[in-house]
């Protein structure tokens, strides 16, 4: 439906999942990694310009991007004191090329030899502790960036980071992310400003056919499509920004195409 070959009447596409699934099935959608979020600005309406890779790098587990060594040890972040917020099991992977130098989420130019990561949720700011559990190796990283945005992955560290743990040749390892309250933030929400991100989608028709059905589903909340290196994304900020909205609408979002899956994402 959202491909000019679904020949289908728009009185019936309302009617399948949130009105925007049907014939996404013929839609060419961006293989991973996926792009990044955009930088959002002060009034949540998120510019457009690339901010984050999000990389799945699979590139970089074949050795395609072997050159790419630090050229010093750098600190890791120190652990606060205390027990942590949340923690969580899952895979992670690690970005550099192309990103080293490129503007993160939080609006600090990314640098592959610090001790950072990327995660979708966590505040910007916060402290990890991230532990390979299958060699028990931990490295401590601030949170800089949002993704990943490929299925099953929770966390992207730096490729300094990723060293430090012995996860930079296999590419993607599980790990235990425990996190702590960013130390240097006053006056943030720690309830948070909540989006959601459905993409990548490599013809940037179909991911503009998708804002428009999505803004007229969604007419209270600002819908925006925007283009990241490996494709096309939509996201939805809604008029009220706190979690539940946010999943509310992400779980009545069906784009039945691998890799167009619908993210909750932190704004701040």
Not at 182 to 200: H, L, N, S, T
Not at 259 to 268: E, I
Request: hydrophobic letters at 40%.
């Amino acid at each position: 439906m959202l491909h000019r070959r679904c020949a289908v009447a728009s009185a019936s596409l309302l009617a399948l999942a949130i009105g925007v699934a049907g014939c996404h099935k013929n839609a060419k959608v961006a293989y991973q990694p996926p792009p990044p979020m955009p930088v959002p600005n002060a009034s949540g309406g998120g510019a457009t310009r690339p901010a984050h890779p999000s990389s799945g790098n699979d590139a970089n587990a074949s050795g395609a991007s072997a050159k790419a060594e630090p050229r010093f040890a750098p600190a890791p972040q120190p652990v606060p004191a205390g027990k942590p917020v949340s923690s969580e099991v899952g895979l992670a992977s690690w970005y550099g090329p192309p990103y080293h130098n490129r503007k993160g989420a939080d609006g600090t130019v990314y640098d592959q030899n610090a001790m950072t990561a990327a995660h979708r949720t966590l505040p910007m700011g916060s402290i990890v502790r991230v532990t390979n559990l299958a060699n028990n190796q931990s490295v401590t990283v601030r949170i800089t960036d949002r993704g990943p945005f490929v299925e099953g992955r929770i966390i992207d560290l730096s490729l300094a980071a990723a060293k430090a743990v012995d996860l930079y040749r296999p590419g993607v390892a599980k790990v235990r992310v425990e996190a702590y309250a960013p130390p240097d933030r006053p006056g943030v929400d720690p309830a948070g400003r909540w989006c959601v991100q459905i993409g990548a989608f490599l013809d940037e028709a179909d991911a503009i056919q998708l804002k428009n059905d999505l803004a007229r589903r969604y007419s209270s909340a600002k819908v925006i499509e925007f283009a990241g290196p490996t494709g096309h994304w939509v996201r939805i900020n809604p008029q009220s920004a706190d979690k539940a909205t946010a999943s509310q609408i992400a779980g009545r979002i069906h784009v039945p195409v691998p890799g167009a899956q619908p993210y909750l994402v932190r704004l701040n």
